[in-house]
Every structure is written in C-alpha cells, then in structure tokens.
Nanobody, 115 residues
Framework: QVQLVESGGGLVQPGGSLRLSCAASGIIFNAYTLAWYRQAPGKQRDMVAF???????NYADSAKGRFTISRDNAKKSVYLQMNSLKPEDTAVYYC?????????WGQGTQVTVSS
C-alpha cells in the first residue's frame, strides 16, 4: 500500500519559515519524481516545486528565491523549506510522487500565514 504522509504545517507569521516533510512508503522512492502542490480555498491545485530523480529542481514563480525542495532517498522523504512566507502562501500543501502513469498524493498539510 502506497502512503505519502505530510507533516510540518501550521500557523506562522508573515516573514516566518516552515519546513514541510513528506514520508513515503510502498514505492521505490528513488525512481519517482517528487513535487509539492498547494491549493488555497476556492482555487485550483497548483505546483509549487518539483525535484527529479537526479535532483533537478523547478519552482513556480511565486516560490523562486523563497522555497527550496529537497529529497532524501535513504529516508524516503521529500522536504519543502519555505522562507519569507506571505499571507498568499496560505493553502493546503500536498506531496506528490510520479512515475510514468503512476501518481500518488498525500492527504495534505495546512499552512496558514497570518499575523
């Protein structure tokens, strides 16, 4: 059974930082491209960042310079370090794993940026 379990969300003030984690099980982790998506209320789910099997990363414009995605294949985990958070970063953040036509999602973790 495949599971992606996110953690690390919470309430943070504008300008603060959070580190999201996603632990995977049931997949050959190092074969998957991994990504973080987010979905704000009433909006579509958008990609924030992804990291390939080889470590190549790509970021949404809104995340460039503030967020960093990384992976630890030994721990079967992917991370999203988020700095300089803004109220518009408030959303549910989802972990995603893709290999060819197989795609898996975590249950999401809430990030709220507010003073």
């Amino acid at each position: 059974q495949v599971q992606l379990v996110e953690s690390g969300g919470g309430l943070v003030q504008p300008g603060g930082s959070l580190r999201l984690s996603c632990a995977a099980s049931g997949i050959i982790f190092n074969a998957y491209t991994l990504a973080w998506y987010r979905q704000a209320p009433g909006k579509q789910r958008d990609m924030v960042a992804f990291i390939s099997t080889g470590g190549t990363t790509n970021y949404a414009d809104s995340a460039k310079g503030r967020f960093t995605i990384s992976r630890d294949n030994a721990k079967k985990s992917v991370y999203l370090q988020m700095n300089s958070l803004k109220p518009e970063d408030t959303a549910v953040y989802y972990c995603n794993a893709v290999l060819y036509r197989s795609t898996y999602w975590g249950q999401g973790t809430q990030v709220t940026v507010s003073s």
